[in-house]
């Protein structure tokens, strides 16, 4: 399931030497704020088949010392969202201008996809190719009208001994003996041979279960920084995969901008997509939000209220793209679902987590996750009202997902991974964007 994560800088910004002496006394840093226990929320949308997802094991911090010996100290006050260096986008790619996406010929585009999971899941391979060829099934979410997938995966997936399971040989001849990175790239390859781009999805470090941090005792930070490394690298000349989500849902003790070198969330994203934009600047790095940010709780990943005063910093300008996670009340039931005025309070609602960096005009935010059943009328009251929002708005978005076996969502296909559920599909019709070029 998906949480916001946030959390509030505490150390002082070295300010430029010819304002030191006006600011001396002004103490530029911001009070410190409390440090932020588990999320008041520990309901969210599962990441995939697994209902471990719902109880996601809470991470040890084996690792901190990793995480502290790259971290940045934190900032003190409003900054600007970006401050780095102007790289023209390659060919294929896009870049991003006050809340809008554009590609390489200054043309505004949208982000409008969905997410196929299942190589972030113990089989290693997208889920469904026991029923149908990775083919057939990229054929379909094209002739449907979408211009992107989220591929989510887990670190996991690059060890020796992850081997894919389910996946039926008859129908999918040429993905036998492949596996990791070589499977991956028979998805890539597919999804651009069909004018599909593709942004890839850190989902967990291993498959077993969500992690609350980006790192864990056997996944370190450091295998999650070279791990992006590496795909910066193997996909550098490669315009299909557009854009990296650094890591899914970060909640619990992860915070944002408070400097705590084991929980700081923003800061370890500025490291990673600072790293992968040293290896090709052309990438969209893409960053969640937390589950909690001072006492406001919400969704793993839907809460990015700490990036008003605390943004992301990177060091190409134009490359950064803000995520949130949305969900209905049939996957838990936040307090805002039975205010008396639902669901004409939520605009309000999103407005205040996440809404006002695009609102304003400050960053673009992709809605990473959004999905329901779609049975109840207060998950169909919210489905209306988000696809309203997002048209208002011209959000991007990933629908989760394209699977049937999500457990609390269900799929854009049904359970014989064939019909197209069209409750769902003909709501996301309207909000679907041209092919990107």
Known sequence: MRTPLHSVNTASRVWPALCATLWLLAACAQPARPGESASLQSGAPFTGANAADAAANSTTNANARDAGAQATQADAGPVPLEGGTSVPSAAGYLHAQGAKLFDVQGREVRLTGLSWFGLETSNYAPHGLWSRSLASMLDQIKSLGYNMIRLPFCSQLFDAGSTPNGVDANQNPDLVGVRGLALMDKIVQAAGARGLKIVLDRHRPDSDAQSTLWYTSAYSEQRWIDDWKML?????????????????????????????????????????????????????????????????????????????????????????????????????????????????????????????????????????????????????????????????????????????????????????????????????QPLLAPPIP
């Open 232 to 428: 910066a690298a193997h996909y550098k000349n490669d315009a299909t995969v557009i854009g990296f989500d650094l890591h899914n849902e970060p909640h619990a003790e992860a915070t944002w901008g408070d400097g705590n070198p084991a929980t700081d969330w923003r800061a370890a994203a500025e490291r990673a997509g600072n790293a992968v934009l040293d290896v090709n600047p052309n990438l969209l790095i893409i960053v969640e939000g937390v589950e909690k940010y001072g006492s406001t709780g919400g969704w793993w990943g839907g809460n990015l209220r700490g990036a008003k005063d605390h943004p992301v910093r990177l060091k190409v300008d134009g490359r950064l793209v803000y995520s949130a996670h949305e969900y209905p009340a049939s996957v838990f039931n936040q307090s805002w679902f039975s205010d008396p005025s639902y669901p004409n309070n939520l605009p309000a609602v999103w407005r205040d987590a996440w809404g006002y960096l695009v609102e304003d005009g400050l960053a673009p935010v992709w809605v990473g996750e959004l999905g329901t059943k779609n049975q109840t009328a207060s998950d169909k009251q919210w489905l209306h009202a988000f696809a309203t929002y997002i048209d208002q708005h011209k959000l991007n978005f990933a629908y989760w997902c394209w699977n049937p076996d999500s457990g609390d969502t269900g799929g854009i296909l049904q359970d014989d991974w064939m019909t197209v559920n069209q409750d769902k599909q003909s709501v996301l």
